[in-house]
């Protein structure tokens, strides 16, 4: 097997740009362009400190809504609506990568997990493993064995067996404990009282949220604190607790470009980073670090 295909989870890391780069750049029509700044320097880092041969940056096209949105329109709901001049410095960081030569994964009903697990699929077909560069628990739920994420950020790396140390369950677990648990960030909502530790406590005993639900009058009788109590949650909340692990669970069928195959790194596009630099009014040393890189 060669070397892991890198699949970025970019979405993090240009909101991260956003909150944390000082608001004083902009572009030749003074637009801000600081989450671009900061996503360029993370993408150029990666680069130089990876070299990889394989590699596909997800975005998720539409900030504001997607396919679960249909299932569960209250999901993200707790979000403010991305601003329009964030929503523009998303299509300059998607200008970055293409013209490094990176596949760009995007979809109006799709989310990056969801385009980062569809490709996870493909390149597995392809005799590849998979390194997801990501914070977020949610994709550790398709980790295989020969698979691996990386926490950039912090230089935290684990794979499938590691995954129970971090979050007190199995990665073929996690969109079951997030059935149970809920997920404020993503506004799903969870089984109500029941917490991680409980969580992770009823999913080592029963193994999955189907099990557990079939099995749910042998609740009460666990040596855990609050059986009893638990086990009415369970009852009363059953299609909560479904339908929030359907909202957790990464969709591998999103659709992907018919030309990703591998997502082997393509060539510079010199005069598409000439004009990129332009735009966004890229100083020297950010021009030469691009068209090195």
């Known amino acids: ?36 700044h900061g996503f360029t320097r993370f993408v150029l880092e990666l680069l130089e400190r990876q070299r990889p041969e394989r590699i596909a940056i997800a975005f998720d096209e539409s900030l504001d809504s997607n396919f679960r949105n249909d299932i569960y329109p209250a999901y993200k709901a707790n979000r ?35 385009l980062i697990g569809a490709a996870l699929g493909q390149v597995r ?6 390194l ?6 949610d994709l550790s739920q398709l980790l295989d064995v020969d698979d691996e994420q990386w926490d950039y950020a912090r230089n935290e790396r684990w794979r499938a067996d590691g995954v129970k140390a971090r979050y007190g369950v199995h990665a073929h677990q996690i969109a079951d404990y997030l059935g149970l648990t809920g997920d404020a960030i993503d506004n799903i909502p969870g089984v109500p009282g029941i917490g991680a530790k409980t969580a992770a406590a009823l999913l080592a ?5 189907d099990e557990l639900l079939a099995r749910v009058a042998e609740v009460p ?10 086990a009415r949650r369970l009852v009363e909340h059953r299609d909560i607790a479904l339908l929030s692990r359907r ?26 980073l000439e004009a990129l630099c332009d735009d966004v009014r890229f ?6 670090r691009l068209l090195s890189a």
């Open 1 to 36: 097997m060669s070397g892991p295909v890198h699949l970025v989870d970019a979405s993090l890391y240009v909101f991260r740009a956003w909150h944390s780069m000082p608001p004083e750049f902009n572009d030749r029509e003074g637009w801000p362009v600081n989450a671009v």
């Open 80 to 114: 403010d609506a991305a601003p329009d001049e964030l929503k523009r410095q998303f299509g300059y960081c998607q200008r970055v990568c293409r013209a490094l030569g990176l596949p760009v994964l995007s979809d109006g009903r799709y989310e990056a997990d969801d």
């Open 125 to 130: 077909r392809a005799g590849h493993a998979g």
């Open 132 to 137: 997801i560069i990501s914070a977020d628990k």
């Open 205 to 209: 005993h029963f193994s999955s949220l």
């Open 221 to 230: 009788y666990l040596s855990l604190r609050g059986s009893a109590q638990h």
């Open 247 to 272: 909202l957790a669970t990464i969709d591998v069928n999103a659709p992907l470009p018919a030309d990703l195959g591998d997502a082997t790194r393509r060539a510079l596009d010199t005069a598409a």
């Open 283 to 288: 100083g020297p040393m950010t021009r030469r």
